[in-house]
């Protein structure tokens, strides 16, 4: 907490925003994979004013985030790959 040097207010003192992430993307079937992932931001918005702080003194708090991301893929190959030829020349 700081006090505003231009209007001798208090207010949070804006500085960084920081957040750690850990992810593992799991292949449920060929295809469609599933990567849930959880976060911890640290000083959300940099240290901003909560603005559900009537008074504006409060900084946004820091914050624990859980998510899912899901991915199909339909693209199939139906040929194998062929090895290349060997050309050769006498």
Do not use: C, K
Not at 1 to 25: C, H, K, Q, V
Not at 40 to 64: E, K
């Amino acid at each position: 907490m700081g006090e505003n040097l231009f209007d001798g207010a208090f207010a949070p003192i804006r500085d960084y925003e920081a957040s750690l992430e850990a992810t593992y993307s799991f292949g449920i079937v060929s295809g469609w994979s599933v990567q849930p992932n959880i976060q911890y931001v640290l000083h959300p918005g940099g240290h901003i004013a909560d603005p559900n702080d009537p008074i504006g003194i409060r900084a946004i708090p820091n914050a624990f985030v859980i998510g899912m991301r899901t991915s199909i893929n339909t693209e199939t190959s139906a040929l194998p790959e062929r090895p290349a030829r060997l050309i050769s020349s006498t």
